[in-house]
């Protein structure tokens, strides 16, 4: 959509173009900047002002930003200048392995209303006495759940019906990922805490194009609790077409669902899955990592017929980055 605001009328190539803006920035974990005058380069006349706000977070590397209202936007002739780097977080110092996956264990609750995994002995330990030799056992256990249990991952196949399902997928999307963690934060359990609704401006600082992108938000910290079914942070719309843009390989979240639980039409999933993106949920432990400079791992069994399942996800970090 463009801009109302009227161009500038002043001839020359668009090479040579900058837009100038003043800018009132909110943070999610409060505060407020103000910006007069600012410039940035631009290809075109036109001014789309969601893109802007987006690329002006992007080169001040402006982290949890909750709204950019853009004023007075003009298009100016002026060379450009050199591009600054977007911020990264840096990287971590050593190798070491991350858990980010939550334990499965008999009768638990991942998802209210879902059913808890049954753990139970198929060969006990006292009965395999009788299969082997003295001194000899083993335990075969069973367990029956279902497939959302846990932290687990979503296939385009959970979605839609000819989609790639568990044994489709291919390892590129799952393993050995350059990763990054955006960090969001979360103010209350209020379903009504404007908090909840991650947007778009809060992933444009970051590089996701080709990573796994991990959504920290702290929701995991009531994992377990009544508290963890109800009032989770949650994707708009808008985030997750800014993300399908942006090609990431994988979408992780902390959090009870990656959409608004309220929202029967599921569009994180729906939009996500639709591009081949798979969805990780109910990640734990991403204040471990740091922004960048890990790698991400969150392989399923290969069943097929079947969209979900739970994951051992993991990072590696002290890594180099993209290879």
């Known amino acids: 959509m463009t801009s109302p605001h009227t161009p500038s009328q002043q001839s020359g190539p668009a090479s040579d173009l900058r837009v100038q803006f003043d800018a009132d920035v909110t943070f999610r974990n409060g505060g407020a900047l103000q910006v007069q005058g600012f410039r940035l380069d631009t290809d075109s006349r036109d001014v789309d002002e969601a893109a802007l706000s987006a690329r002006f977070v992007r080169e001040l590397g402006l982290l949890m ?15 450009h200048k050199a591009p600054r780097a977007a911020a990264d977080g840096g990287t971590a110092a050593g190798r070491g392995l991350v858990e980010l996956s939550h334990p499965i264990h008999d009768g638990m609750v991942t998802y209210p209303g879902l059913p808890g995994p049954e753990l139970s002995d198929h060969l006990s330990r006292e009965a395999s006495h009788d299969h082997y030799a003295e001194g000899t056992e083993f335990q075969i256990g069973r367990i029956s759940m279902v497939a959302n249990t846990g932290t687990y991952l979503d296939t385009p196949f959970h ?129 471990q990592l740091p922004a960048d400079g890990f790698r991400f791992h969150a392989a399923p069994p290969r069943v097929a017929g079947m969209g979900t399942f739970p994951v051992r996800a993991f990072a590696v970090t002290g890594t180099d980055g993209p290879r």
Not at 65 to 79: F, L, S
Not at 185 to 214: K, Q, S
Not at 224 to 232: A, K, L, M
């Open 65 to 79: 930003v909750d709204r950019v209202a853009i004023h007075r936007a003009t298009v100016v002739q002026e060379q």
């Open 159 to 287: 979605r839609f019906e000819d989609g790639p399902d568990l044994a489709g997928i291919g390892l590129e999307r799952l393993v050995d990922l350059d990763g990054v963690v955006v960090r969001v934060g979360h103010r209350g359990v209020d379903p009504a805490d404007p908090a909840r609704a991650i947007g778009p401006l809060l992933f444009a600082p970051y590089e996701v194009t080709g990573r796994a992108v991990l959504v920290h938000t702290g929701w995991d910290r009531h994992w377990g609790t009544e508290q963890y079914g109800s009032g989770h942070p949650y994707l708009t719309p808008e985030a997750v077409d800014w993300l399908v843009a942006q090609r990431p390989a994988l979408v992780g979240i902390d959090s009870l669902n990656i959409d608004d639980t309220a929202d029967g039409t599921r569009p994180a999933h729906t939009r996500l899955l639709a591009a081949g993106i798979p969805v990780v949920e109910h990640l734990r432990g991403l204040e």
